[in-house]
């Protein structure tokens, strides 16, 4: 099992508790993003960098993702691929997309873009990182980690 990270949009605050779980649990854990990036000397951990463009990090995690790996993505349509590849996603705040959950997340997310391209004001996106939202995202990852392993 490979933990596979969205890198581009993921919380600082999220790669690090990424990281101590990638040494302890000695998971490979690869951030995948569009431009360089530190990240810990570890065995465990790499980067992987795209060229720019749209969702080209998304497709190559898609491309590169196996059955049992696990996503760390707060992008809709990535996650739904990558359920359907047999693989898990789970987003920043802890939320562990399913194939039960995903298609309710994906119309949701299809009919905010349909109001926002038709001129309709939505606000200023999703609240900050909360702790519990931390927390919650540490919790569901040692889960899912204890599980897999």
């Known amino acids: 099992m490979k933990i596979w990270v969205d890198a581009d949009a993921c919380p600082v605050v999220i790669k690090d508790i990424l990281f101590r779980a990638a040494e ?25 960098q795209v060229a720019s463009g749209f969702d080209v990090a998304d497709n190559e ?28 996603a789970l987003n920043p705040r802890g939320e562990l997309y399913t194939p039960e959950n995903i298609r309710a997340r994906l119309n949701v ?19 900050p990182l909360s702790q519990a939202d931390r927390q919650n995202f540490a919790n569901n990852l040692d889960r899912i980690l204890a599980k897999l392993k």
Do not use: C, W
């Open 24 to 48: 302890r649990t000695q998971t490979d854990t690869i951030l995948v993003a569009n431009h360089a990036m530190r990240i810990p000397p570890s065995k465990y951990i790499t980067r992987l």
């Open 61 to 88: 995690i898609v491309k590169r993702v196996a059955v049992g790996d696990l996503v760390i993505t707060g992008d809709i349509p990535l996650a739904a691929e990558v359920i359907e590849k047999d693989a898990q």
């Open 109 to 127: 997310r299809d009919f905010m873009d349909t109001m926002r391209s038709s001129g309709v004001e939505m606000g200023g996106g999703p609240p």
